[in-house]
C-alpha cells in the first residue's frame, strides 16, 4: 500500500508519494476493468471470436477506461487481442490452406 515513486515512460512523467500511490491504484483498477471487460465479451460463445472483431471491442473496452500512455495503435491492439485470445485457449481448431495446424 506504500508507493513512493512511480515513474511512466511513454508519458514522461514522475510521481512522487500521494501522486505515485494514486496512479499505481488506477492502473490496477484499469487491468481489473478490462479483464472484465474481455471475461464480459466472451461469455457464452461456443467458438473462438475473429481477432478483427474482438479487436474491436477491446479498442472500445481499451479507450473507454480513459488509460494514457501506452501504445493504443490498430497493431498493437490486435497484437493484443491475439495474445489474449492464446491465453484464455480460445484459438481456432483446424488446418490453415496449406493444411497447417492453426491451434
Keep these: 500500500g506504500h508507493v513512493e515513486v512511480l515513474t511512466e515512460g511513454h508519458l ?37 471470436p475473429e481477432v478483427a472483431t474482438f479487436t474491436e471491442t477491446l479498442t472500445e473496452a481499451y479507450a473507454s477506461l480513459g488509460a494514457e500512455g501506452g501504445n493504443p495503435s490498430p497493431m498493437f491492439l490486435a497484437m493484443m487481442a491475439g495474445n489474449t485470445l492464446r491465453e484464455l485457449g480460445m484459438v481456432p481448431n483446424g488446418r490453415d490452406e496449406n493444411g497447417g495446424d492453426l491451434a
Design 12 to 48: 514522461f512523467r514522475v510521481n512522487r508519494g500521494a501522486d505515485a500511490l494514486a496512479r499505481a491504484e488506477a492502473f490496477l483498477d484499469q487491468a481489473a476493468a478490462l479483464d472484465a471487460r474481455v471475461h464480459e465479451s466472451l461469455a457464452g460463445l461456443a467458438e473462438p
